[in-house]
């Protein structure tokens, strides 16, 4: 069973850099590709990063490529976002996620989901 929680999320100014992790309790950590999807307010979820469960290669959206890295320590079981040079539009609620296979960029292959952790930009 995969049971994701997230945290450090906060409040920031722009060109801030903050770093999110998603814990995993169960046992199973190393079976599956992890990813982070984010939500702002009225408008539909969206692919951030994906790694794979090696944690040797990686997927990002254009939007943070080149400012956000996510990584993983399958002995801590948490997978990490690493935001550098926030935006306001980075303005959102951020989920974690766990998948079987490989990388993607699609919500709906991912099997399991934390609760989200907030993260809020001002410019």
């Known amino acids: 069973q995969v049971q994701l929680v997230e945290s450090g999320g906060g409040l920031v100014r722009a060109g801030a850099s903050l770093r999110l992790s998603c814990a995993d309790s169960g046992r199973t950590f190393t079976s599956y590709a992890m990813g982070w999807f984010r939500q702002a307010p009225g408008k539909e979820r969206e692919f951030v990063a994906s790694i794979t469960q090696s944690g040797l290669s990686t997927l990002y959206a254009d939007s943070v490529r080149g400012r956000f890295t996510i990584s993983r320590d399958n002995v801590k079981n948490t997978v990490y976002l690493q935001m550098n040079s926030l935006k306001p539009e980075d303005t959102a609620v951020y989920y974690c996620?766990?998948?079987?296979?490989?990388?993607?960029?699609?919500?709906?292959?991912?099997?399991?989901w934390g609760q989200g952790t907030q993260v809020t930009v001002s410019s």
């Open positions: 996620a766990a998948k079987l296979f490989g990388l993607s960029l699609r919500s709906n292959s991912y099997n399991y």
